[in-house]
């Protein structure tokens, strides 16, 4: 059933690099994030069909690109994956001490997907424009906008849904990034 309802889904907010710790002190890079986890499994789970995208913004370094290839690697769509020379991703690095508790540093200032709405802005694109019949978004997503920019995804948000398509919603919330604590 699945299948005949979401033939087009698109998961918006922030992919980041993962760097975990390794014995040594060696770092090992990935990609990860929530909305990112989310699309690769929905993918997996949909057995190759309906189309399952990524909408971000990434920067047109080095590791933006490896990014964006990882994401096509996964069976990911990558045509709402949005590119600028003002910025790069977002990176956290997971430690872990002696008894096995994890903590997780990040930094995310220049990640573009921060401007994500000013870029979907720029490029006269809207989410209604995109013809998903699923848009998923998490509370990080909201998080890490400006005020403005959340205003707005928020408006889109309900006018995609207007027009038919359904909206999937995972709070996450992550205390630290809401700038009223």
Not at 27 to 38: P, R, T, V
Request: proline share 1%.
């Amino acid at each position: 059933m699945m299948k005949d309802v979401l033939m087009k889904s698109i998961f918006l907010g922030e992919c980041m690099v993962e760097l975990s710790t390794l014995e040594g002190g060696l770092l090992q890079k990935s990609f990860a994030g929530d909305i990112f986890n989310s699309a690769v499994y929905m993918k997996r789970s949909l057995q190759g069909e309906g189309e399952v995208s990524v909408l971000t913004a990434i920067g047109e370094d080095q590791i933006s690109m490896e990014m964006e290839a990882f994401f096509i690697k996964q069976g990911l769509g990558v045509d709402t994956v949005f590119k600028s020379s003002e910025g790069t991703v977002g990176l956290y690095i997971i430690s872990t001490d002696k008894e096995g508790e994890r903590s997780f540093s990040y930094w995310r200032e220049s990640s573009m997907a921060r401007r994500l709405m000013h870029i979907l802005k720029n490029a006269k694109t809207t989410l209604d424009s995109l013809n998903a019949d699923m848009i998923f978004f998490t509370g990080i997503t909201l998080a890490i906008l400006d005020l403005k920019s959340r205003k707005d995804l928020l408006n889109q948000i309900s006018a995609a849904r207007k027009n038919g398509a359904k909206i999937a919603f995972d709070p996450n919330y992550r205390h630290q990034l809401w700038e009223n604590k």
